[in-house]
């Protein structure tokens, strides 16, 4: 398997057939099954992926390394941990859902949204399977190119503002990470993370990447308060883009700070550490209560998401304090092995959330809550999905949601129980906005005679909303196949945190 460049095929597969598409594709039949069959190739490609991913042994697999700019030591350079095959999986099988989603709702340049979407899926599979930080940039800033113009082109009323502000902050953030990834360069010679990880840096160099970091991956999370470019663009990207913006980009983030903040700047990341779980627990309560006052249902779930990724930077500088002040591995191995599954989660979950939005606004065109209520009358299959979404996004056991908090609040408890009450306690105000919105939306009596008409679910939201449902539900009820696949790869972070402490 190492001799077969299987991830510069999981990469260039789609990017390829987004030109095929744009190509061929003047018929919208024709780039709606040819986008389908690409995105369903990359899928099957990534299934050898994870079954020949050695997880006991963990480490980087599947290398490949071919020279590039050789002026500048810069390298192709690719492999996957654990973590990595799970968002490249996450992101093929949300890839093909977000397609086959797409097939009605979208009826105007149906060749170039595909492409993009396609273009869009290869990049950000590039982002987690880069090894060297030049490349992984390239494709860090590639992947804005196409949600630049999947928002701006297909997007609401104020779309070209919602691109513009999407647009400034991300690029602005990625900025500082250049930076810092050129003083990286000139310390070591070359843009290898593990070179990056290696080098001896003082306590002045580290805090002063730690931050730049700090802004390039907070803006992506995002972070409160770097925030408020996210529900502007859920609001106005058509639902293809709000699922995959969601589900995956948000993503690259916490990927970002495992990948750079913790192995490079080891001892700034513990020093202010505070400052990001500061962050994260101001982020899952008052976006929380934020989330509780909006009338807009896309506004509404991207408040959610914005405090649910709270867990996962949360989980992730826990572990520093319970590596490095109470020197308590197992716990911090908990935490981080929460914050993950708290992102492939998120993933299934919000995807799965937006895409239940995507269908009542194919029907009525309004998104807000007002607008609806005793949908459950006239459709019930699609309200026992949008009911099951909405447990798991209150993190009901048995459900993906339930998982990665539970054991991010469990391995908050062994390091600060104050940290710990706050972040379960959010739980409570995820509940009550969730159900606020189902009790709205689903229940009650009919009183709009528009949603009398409705028809309940076809043969295509069936396939996104029951796949989405098999996969909360998989992992809600038997997670040990996602974390066995992960373990290796958190042990080995946690372990290196250790060995940099002493």
């Keep these: 398997m190492a001799q077969w460049p299987l991830l510069s095929v999981l990469i260039w597969l789609p990017i390829v057939g987004a030109v095929l598409v744009l190509a061929l594709g003047r018929d919208p039949r024709v780039a709606r099954w040819l986008s389908v069959l690409v995105a369903l190739a990359t899928l099957v490609a990534s299934i050898p992926l994870y079954l020949g991913y050695d997880a006991p042994v963990g480490g980087m697999q599947f290398v490949e390394s071919h020279a590039w700019i050789n002026a500048l030591n810069v390298f192709y350079a690719l492999g996957v941990d654990g973590i990595s095959v799970a968002l490249i999986v996450l992101t093929t099988f949300t890839s093909v859902l977000v397609i086959i989603g797409s097939w009605g709702p979208i009826d105007k340049r149906v060749s170039q949204y595909m492409a993009a979407m396609l273009a869009l899926e290869g990049m950000l599979i590039g982002v987690f399977a880069a090894t060297d930080a030049l490349l992984f940039y390239v494709f860090f800033e590639a992947m804005l190119i196409p949600m630049f113009i999947i928002i701006g082109v297909w997007g609401g009323p104020r779309r070209v503002y919602a691109t513009l502000k999407f647009f400034i902050y991300t690029f602005l953030g990625s900025i500082f990470m250049l930076i810092g990834l050129i003083y990286l360069h000139m310390k070591t010679g070359e843009f290898s993370l593990q070179a990056f990880a290696e080098a001896p840096l003082g306590a002045t160099e580290q805090a002063w990447l730690f931050f730049a970091f700090l802004i390039a991956f907070a803006i992506k999370v995002p972070m409160w308060p770097v925030h408020t470019w996210l529900p502007d663009a859920h609001v106005e990207a058509p639902t293809g883009g709000s699922v995959i913006l969601a589900a995956i980009m948000l993503k690259v983030g916490g990927y970002g700070f495992i990948r750079f903040s913790l192995p490079i700047t080891p001892d700034a990341s513990q020093e202010y550490a505070w400052v990001v779980i500061a962050m994260s627990l101001v982020a899952v309560v008052y976006i929380g209560y934020v989330a509780l006052v909006q009338e807009d249902m896309k506004k509404l779930i991207a408040y959610s998401s914005i405090a649910h990724m709270a867990f996962v930077t949360l989980g992730i500088f826990i572990v520093l304090s319970l590596v490095r002040v109470h020197e308590n591995p197992d ?172």
């Excluded at 005679?449 to 998989?474: H, N, Q, Y």
């Excluded at 992992?475 to 002493?502: E, F, R």
């Design 331 to 502: 716990a911090a191995r908990l935490g981080l092995q929460g914050a993950m599954v708290q992102m492939i989660s998120h993933g299934f979950v919000s995807g799965a959330m937006f895409s239940c939005i995507g269908v009542l606004y194919d029907r009525l065109h309004s998104r807000m809550i007002r607008d609806y209520g005793g949908v459950v009358n006239v459709m019930p299959a699609y309200a026992a999905f949008f009911v099951l979404f909405a447990m798991a996004n209150c993190g009901l056991p048995g459900t993906s949601g339930f998982v990665g908090e539970f054991m991010v609040i469990l391995a908050a408890f062994q390091d600060n129980f104050w940290v710990a009450a706050v972040a379960a306690f959010t739980l409570i105000i995820g509940a009550a906005y969730t159900l606020w919105l189902v009790k709205r939306v689903i229940f009650g009596q009919v009183t709009n005679p528009k949603v009398e008409k409705f028809k309940d679910l076809d043969a295509r939201e069936w396939i996104v909303l029951g796949s989405f449902a098999a996969a909360v539900l998989a992992v809600g009820i038997y997670p040990k196949p996602l974390t066995d696949l992960m373990d290796s790869s958190v042990l080995q972070i946690v372990n290196a945190m250790m060995l940099s402490k002493a």
